[in-house]
Every structure is written in C-alpha cells, then in structure tokens.
C-alpha cells in the first residue's frame, strides 16, 4: 500500500486536464483520470507514469450522464485526496441562441454537471474530514455578456455552487477551490482571437491549481491580471455595460 | 492560413497550418495536401520548418510513451521538446546525449536536422543515440525505421529535414548523470591559429566550442574565448549545492523588435571587448557551471531573436574539412570584420563524421555568423559560401534561409541516393518543405 496522495482529474483529456495531471504527478502524486473516453486516456496515463514514475489509472466519465455519478464514485479504487473539474463546454452562442437542445447541453455541461458530482464528493469528503475539491470555472462567470452569455450564465452557477459548498465546508477540514482561467491556449480556444497579455498555456493553469491546493487558496485568478479586468468590467454600470459588443 | 517564418524571421511565408492531436489526424493531412512539412518548435533559422502549402505544428504531441531508468533509454512523441525533457528526466539522472544551443527544440526537430552539440568531435550528433523512429510517409504508410529495420529509411531520416515523411515517435538513449552541472574550463586564444590549436588541444574534452570576437582585426583577427567542459560528478559539488539545478525562465525579454542599428559595430565592438577581457580574466582554472547557462546561453533571453529587429536576420554555419581551415576560416572571418557588419554571436567548434545520409557534420572546423537581413548581405553571403564550396565544405540545412542551389548540390554529394528514398516512399512529393523547394525538388510545372 503505497502512501501517495491521489489527485482525480475530471476532464483528463481536456489541455487544462492533462497539464494539472503533470502538475500533480510531478510533485508525486498518484492520478485518476477521467473522461469520456477511458481508452483515449491511457497515453496520457502512461506519460505520467514514465515521466514521473507514479501511478496514473484512467476511467470513464460522462458528465451528461448524471445517473452514472454514484457508480463512478463508488467504482474508483479509491477515494481521492484531491477531486478536480476540469469539464466544461464553450459551445456556440449563436447556436444556443437558437436551438435548445445545445443550449440545454452547455448548461448541463458547465453547471449541473460539475456541480453535482463536487457535490458527491463533497459528502464522501466531509465525512472523512479531509480533501480538496477544485472547480475550474472562468472569468466569463463573473457578469454575463452578450458573446457568450449561455456559457457564461452556467458558469457563474457553478462559480456560485463553489462559493457555497466552500462555506458549508469552513469548519471542515475540507477546502474548496473556484479556479478562473482567463484566455488559455487550449484546442478549446484554437482560433479565437486571444489578447496577447492577457493569455497564458496550459502548464500555468496546471501549476496555478497544484499552487491553490498546497496553500488551500479560495479564488484564483491565474493571471492576477483578470482580478483587475474583471473588477473593472463588474464595476460599470449595466446602462454602460449593455452597450459594449464583447 | 497563417504567416509563418523560422527562427531567424526571414522569410516570412503564408501557409496553412495545422495542429494534429492524432496520428491518425496527421495521416488525413498528409494525404490532403499537395506539398507539406512537420514543424517541431520552428527554431529552425530559415526556411525548414515550413511547407511548400501546408504546416503541420507537432507540439501536441508531447507524449512520453514509456521509460527504462535501468537503461535510459526512452520512447516518446516527436513533439516532447528537449527543455521538458531535460526538466523531467534530468532530476532522474538523465540528460539527452547531444543538445544545441538552445533546448527548446523538439526531438522530431533534433532528429530531422541531426542537431549537433558542443560534443560533436568525439560523441557524435543527436542522431548517434535515436534507436528508432516511427514515420508516417507521403504515400501514407506508417512505418517503423532502424538501423536494423528499413536502415536506408532511417539514415535518410536522421539529417534529413523532415522530408522521409513526418516523425511521430522515436526511441532514444539518455546519458546517465550524476548531475546537473559541468566543470568548465575557459582558455584564451589571441588568434584564430591559437583557437584552432586550443580546439585541437580539447579534442579529448567531452564538451569544447569557442566564442570568436568577429570584429577584432589585423593580429587580433580571430581572437577567442574556448570553453571546454565535462560532466561534474556529485562529489565534485560543494555542500550544500543542489545536485540538478532549475532551468530558469528567461531572465530578461526583448519584448519588441528593436531598432535594427541597435547592433552596430561600435555597440558590438564594446560588447565583445568587455566580454573578451573577462573571459581572459577567467582562464586558466576550472569551475562549475550549471548545464542551462553552459549549454544555453541564449535562452538566458526570451525572444532574443527580436534584437536584429523586424526585418529579421540570417545565420550563416558552414563547415570546413581540416585540410587548409586555417586559411579558409581566415578569410572569412578577416572579409567579416572588414565587411564591419557586427555578428552578434560567432561561434566555432570541431565537427566529427556526421551520422545521417544528409547530415551536416563533417570532420572540420564549423563556424557560425549572424547577420541582419539587410542591405547587401545576399551578395555577401554568396561570396563566402564560393570559399566554403571551394573548400569541400557545405552548410547546414537548420540554419539557412539563402543558399543557391548549387552551392547546396556542391556541399551534399548524398543528395540523389536521397532523393531516391524520398521517390520511393513519397511518389506524389507530398512532403515539401519550403527548404526542399528552393534546394531540390523538381521544378514543378
């Protein structure tokens, strides 16, 4: 029985996912990962592996299929120290706007979803009265605007969800982290058009959530620089706000 | 579509460019395209790293598939940059046998261009420590390439610019250390003459290169600074001393082009003077000195190549058989100084029997000179690569942007056995790079 810690990366396969698995294995932790494709998942288990000489197991999670959630609990091999979500769908506004069904599907996949399998593991952790639970959430969350508001509005629920479950949670010993990517460079974003500054890769994201569970940090802005952007864009006034086309 | 350039930003080139997350990703674009190349980090200098139509970015790719720590021999994507591997590996006791000199190039990369290091005269280039190599090819095949299996394929690949197909994985050997950090030794050579035989001297050193002053003239022309090194054991470290020191991030960024008189013979000329006496100063005794400074300089500086400012810049490395170097590299470096055009950086170093078909190395003396884009600088580079030809030499292919065709086919005399491996397994030339275009492919109509 080996004493290593053990991080579950929901969303395994995803840039983000793959980068905070390397952050974790690297600093010697054992990894869960899962994702839709439990077989698509197994070169990157084997990289944490020969990388890092760690353990690294992959399972199948679907976040649509919220039936599923207490098996997956009760199927991993064993409680992890550390549960992370990275799942999450941009979609299409434009679509959603129109149809929904995809409307329906960002919603579920950026709130009820993530939501409601934190909240699983939120149960199994307070009752043994220790883990880290990680919401990857967005700065998009933080005031709904017109190019991406379906996405935005799911987010900002789960942003929400994580801000109660973390209060629940204070007198526990269980911590609750809300990460806010700004831009990050991922096949999510690949051919947007990102600004420069504001914008950082993957491993920074990997890094940033490692970073926020050693030092039990609440909110985390990776690039400090979007806690200004986004202070700024809550504080204008929605008849100013209402008019910006972003 | 995309405007893409090499390292040296000169030529800028409009392609498509792709980035495939699959093998599988990688065979459908191959088999769309009329004329494309794998492209690693793109530090490449000139024009390699980029297609005739389409460029396909390997950087997602950066798989470890499995590692031995009883052998050190690993088998990983082409797209793992050798930075990652270093960082990762290094703190286990293993370095990659050959590193240029910059680490964040790709092993695909490293593999196509059989990069050479500060230890080329005695251990060969990066090429000498890959086992095998698994190749998507233009006719679509994927095909796995060793000495022992599909031999011609694999020294055809090895050097040769990523134009056998695209490499998806290889299996290399690593280098066991007991640490991160070399035992350096500075000497100073008050001529070209006295670096030659300062090199020379090195040739039983692990590791050797020397700094040329390319603006000192007259009886100082090719005065040096000769950097020999070797691997320190944990013993040699001082208390105390972490056994695998971190690579840095840059510590300083050129964060936008700068003006191109930045780098004008005066500010070159200060520079290298200060930086000429302190090494002086320095020779003699030995120190250590951790691998990310001795074997990377440049990667001290994020985006150093934005310095030569927007235009952009060419490098120029050839390589010169022994007999009759003195007199050749002589005149080059004297037509340099004249010239008043400040190199940056000139580097020269011994170069052992290279390992691929179309591998740059030779046994010789290899010298290595920056030039902004500019003015005359074509017509220039002309007259030194007519030396070079003239004395069996050629240049390497990572490095340049310019060369005519027939100093090419004067300084490669491989270049129709390889081109008939390429026949055989790309028959609808569909791997071109815009290299492969101007160099050697058949003009198309």
New interface residues.
């Given amino acids: 029985m080996n004493s290593r810690k053990i991080a579950l990366v929901l969303g395994g396969s995803s840039d983000i996912g793959r980068a905070t698995a390397r952050s974790f294995a690297?600093a010697g932790w054992d990894v869960q990962l899962a994702g839709r494709d439990a077989a698509a998942l197994e070169?990157?288990a084997?990289?944490l592996n020969?990388?890092?000489?760690i353990g690294a197991s992959t399972h199948r999670f679907d976040v649509l299929d919220t039936a599923s959630f207490d098996g997956f609990v009760a199927g991993l091999p064993a409680l992890p120290d550390v549960v992370i979500s990275i799942v999450g769908l941009l979609g299409s506004q434009e679509t959603a706007e129109r149809d929904l069904d995809h409307a329906t599907t960002i919603m579920r996949s950026n709130y009820e979803g993530p939501a409601l399998i934190l909240g699983l593991f939120a149960e199994k952790f307070l009752a043994r009265g220790s883990g880290s639970i990680v919401g990857v959430s967005t700065v998009a969350g933080d005031r709904g605007r017109a190019s991406n508001y379906v996405y935005g509005s799911a987010k900002a629920g789960f942003s929400a969800f994580l801000s109660g479950l973390r209060a629940r949670a204070s007198r526990s010993g269980v911590h609750v982290v809300t990460v806010k990517p700004g831009f990050v460079r991922t096949?999510m974003t690949?051919g947007m058009k990102l600004i420069g500054p504001l914008t950082v890769e993957a491993p920074v994201v990997g890094d940033a959530i490692f970073g926020a569970v050693e030092r039990r940090t609440d909110v985390v802005y990776v690039s400090g620089k979007w806690r200004l952007v986004m202070f700024i864009i809550k504080a204008l006034p929605e008849a100013v706000f209402k008019k910006l086309k972003f | 579509m995309a405007l893409i350039s090499g390292w040296g930003r000169f030529p800028v080139v409009d392609t498509d460019l792709l980035?495939p997350?699959s093998f599988a990703a990688v065979g459908d674009a191959i088999a769309a395209t009329s004329g494309g190349i794998a492209r690693g980090n793109g530090r490449a200098y000139g024009d390699a790293g980029i297609g005739v139509s389409q460029t396909l970015a390997m950087t997602a790719f950066d798989?470890?598939?499995?590692?031995d720590?009883a052998t050190g021999r690993?088998r990983l994507e082409a797209g793992v940059l050798l930075s990652d591997l270093i960082e990762?590996?290094g703190p286990?006791g293993f370095l990659p046998y050959v590193v240029p000199g910059t680490r964040f190039v790709s092993v695909g990369g490293a593999i196509a261009a059989d990069v050479h290091g500060k230890n080329h005269h005695c251990e060969g280039g990066f090429g000498r420590y890959v086992d095998s190599i698994l190749l998507r090819t233009g006719a679509g095949e994927t095909i796995e390439a060793s000495r022992e299996a599909n031999p011609d394929v694999f020294l055809a690949s090895i050097g040769g610019m990523g134009l056998t197909g695209v490499i998806l994985e290889a299996t290399l050997r690593l280098r066991p250390v007991e640490t991160g950090w070399i035992r350096e030794r500075v000497i100073s050579a008050s001529d070209l003459h006295a670096a030659m035989r300062a090199l020379d001297a090195g040739d039983s050193a692990t590791y050797s290169v020397a700094w040329i002053d390319c603006v000192a003239r007259g009886s100082d022309l090719g005065r040096s600074l000769i950097y020999l090194g070797e691997h320190a054991s944990a013993s040699e470290l001082p208390d105390g001393a972490e056994t695998f020191p971190r690579g840095q991030d840059p510590r300083l960024n050129v964060p936008i082009d700068l003006p191109s008189m930045t780098l004008n013979r005066y500010s070159v000329r200060a520079f290298n003077e200060l930086y000429y006496r302190m090494g002086a100063r320095r020779a003699g005794g030995s120190h250590l000195v951790s691998i990310f400074p001795y074997f990377f300089p440049l990667d001290g500086v994020g985006a150093w190549n934005r310095i030569y400012g927007r235009r952009g810049f060419l490098q120029h490395q050839c390589v010169i058989p022994h007999e009759g170097a003195l007199g050749v590299l002589g005149d080059i470096l004297d037509r340099v100084s004249r010239r008043g055009d400040a190199s940056f950086l000139a580097v020269l170093k011994k170069l052992g029997q290279g390992d691929g078909l179309m591998s740059f190395p030779m046994p010789g003396y290899t010298l290595a000179l920056d030039f902004p884009a500019s003015g005359n600088i074509m017509n220039f580079l002309d007259e030194i690569d007519r030396l070079v030809v003239a004395a069996g030499g050629r240049l390497y292919l990572a490095k340049d942007a310019r060369q005519s065709r027939s100093t090419f086919e004067a300084g490669y005399p491989a270049l129709q056995r390889f081109k008939e491996i390429r026949a055989s397994l790309d028959p609808m030339a569909k791997i071109r790079s815009k290299l492969s275009q101007r160099l050697f492919d058949e003009v198309q109509p």
């Fill in positions: 690297k070169p990157d084997a990289d020969a990388r890092y000489g096949k690949e | 980035t997350r798989r470890v598939r499995s590692f720590p690993i990762t590996f286990r």
